[in-house]
């Protein structure tokens, strides 16, 4: 490796870092993480914390996990690569699929389309869905619906469907066809709503208008996050994705589950459908499915979208997508081993004990600190603060305030990420009752000091 001052003074002079502007990365040198073990990194200086991000909500099972580094290793030695496109296969792709069947079979989810990552897989569920409609003969069905402050990725399909103009204004215009409807946050919504119930309930009535005026013979599907995550950790009323499948059905529009962050247990379940008792059509996943050590993501597809492809004679449902990843060999050794992995450790009971335990201390720092509008979370391990220049009018903070935070909190022993005024926290699932002290003690130092 090269010397520290080689690594610091060169960060930014040859490489962008995603989600920032290059000038702010070249003002303002990153933490440079040199290595982890369990649920703690290490930067260049030496610094240990605890990682309240969970690499980017996926390093679950955390940074020692060996099985998964294992599998990798000697999936390496005996296949590295081979393609699954029309004539391959390869042995642990197989078996992985019929593993996943069985994990997504109380979802109804029955077949894996195999990708390398969450937004891959988001822009293959979008595909299908259309396609899906051409091969039923409803060519017609080609629009999207999703919600305002869902994140689903940076592809263009990804984009097109996300709410949140960050990740749009640059790079538009976008795909035509896309619409979205407010989404069910307590916190700020249009109709001035803080019951959840009744929010959901508004949310869902919009969510018919806008089908009664695109009209319902035109639109393919329905994506949204089972908890809305990186928009800023937003759980919906109980009532609320049920009542999406409801109108869904009732209008023939497939609904896709992005569930990138919430499938594997993160929200206490196992999976975010499951959790609110829904069956989509597709689910999207990725990170969690290799613990984050293997770009590797997998779409799953329900019984009945599958017997429609499968039945097909026309030629219609001839899959013209995929990625030279799809399938890929080692990707799919470490899915074996982590999905393994992620069963022997049952994490959910943990991501739920432990998330309780995040969101009350989170919201006992809320009764301290006035900086903070807004706690979200309480199921499993996604839990976000909103932070405000002052409660009554709900008006954002100093730019700077979440960043001083985040600063305080990693010297004070825990890494937490910023996302515009939210501070989310998203660790790994087999932190212990000590770690979330460590964070909650790190956030406390954070807010004090501002
Ligand atoms: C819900 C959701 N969908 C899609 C994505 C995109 O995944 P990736 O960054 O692996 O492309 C993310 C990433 O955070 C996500 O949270």
Same mark, same amino acid.
């Given at each position: 490796m090269k010397d520290e001052n080689f690594l610091k003074a060169n960060n930014a002079r040859s490489l962008w870092h995603p989600m920032t502007a290059p000038a702010d990365s070249l003002k303002n040198a990153p933490t440079i993480v040199t290595g982890a073990q369990g649920v703690r990194i290490t930067d260049l200086d030496g610094h240990e914390v605890v990682d309240g991000v969970g690499g980017l909500w996926n390093v679950n099972l955390g940074y020692s996990c060996q099985p998964v580094k294992e599998a990798i290793t000697a999936q390496l030695d005996r296949l590295p690569y081979y393609s699954i496109f029309r004539g391959t296969s390869n042995d642990c792709v197989i078996e992985l699929a019929e593993e996943l069947r069985t994990f997504f079979e109380p979802d109804g989810l029955t077949r894996a389309f195999f990708t390398s990552g969450g937004s891959d897989s988001v822009e293959t569920a979008l595909r299908l869905a259309r396609q899906f409609h051409k091969i039923k003969g409803?060519?017609?069905?080609?629009k999207y619906l999703s919600l305002k402050k869902g994140y689903h990725g940076t592809h263009f399909g990804g984009a097109s469907v996300n709410g949140n103009a960050n990740f749009r204004t640059a790079y538009e215009p976008l795909l035509p066809g896309c619409h979205h409807i407010p989404a069910p946050y307590t916190y700020r919504n249009p109709f001035n709503e803080t019951d959840p119930a009744r929010l959901a309930q508004l949310c869902l009535a919009a969510l018919e208008d806008e089908i009664a005026f695109q009209g319902a013979g035109t639109i393919a599907a329905f994506i949204m996050e089972p908890v809305l995550g990186a928009g800023g950790v937003i759980p919906p009323h109980e009532s609320f994705m049920p009542g999406v499948e409801a109108v869904c059905r009732k209008h023939g529009i497939l609904l896709i589950a992005d569930e990138v962050i919430t499938a594997f247990g993160r929200t206490g379940a196992w999976t975010g459908s499951r959790l609110w008792g829904v069956k989509p059509d597709f689910a999207c996943t990725a990170k969690a499915i290799t613990n984050g050590y293997f770009p590797f993501g997998a779409v799953m597809i329900a019984e009945g979208v599958a017997q429609v492809f499968e039945s097909d004679a026309s030629g219609k449902a001839a899959i013209g997508h995929g990625y030279t990843y799809s399938g890929h060999p080692v990707g799919a050794a470490a899915a074996l081993a982590c999905l393994a992995e992620t069963k022997r450790l049952n994490v959910v009971e943990n991501a739920a004990a432990r998330g309780t335990q995040l969101y009350s201390g989170v919201k006992a720092l809320m009764a301290k600190h006035d900086v903070i509008g807004d706690v979200r979370g309480g199921h499993g391990l996604m839990t976000a603060i909103e932070l405000v220049a002052d409660r009554d009018s709900k008006a954002a903070p100093d730019k700077t305030i979440p960043a001083r935070v985040q600063e305080v909190a990693y010297r004070s022993g825990a890494m937490v990420r910023v996302s515009g005024p939210n501070i989310i926290l998203s660790p790994p #699932?087999? #932190?212990?009752a000590a770690d979330v002290d460590v964070i909650l003690a790190a956030l406390d130092a954070g807010f004090a000091a501002l």
């Open positions: 409803e060519a017609g069905r080609v #699932l087999v #932190l212990t």
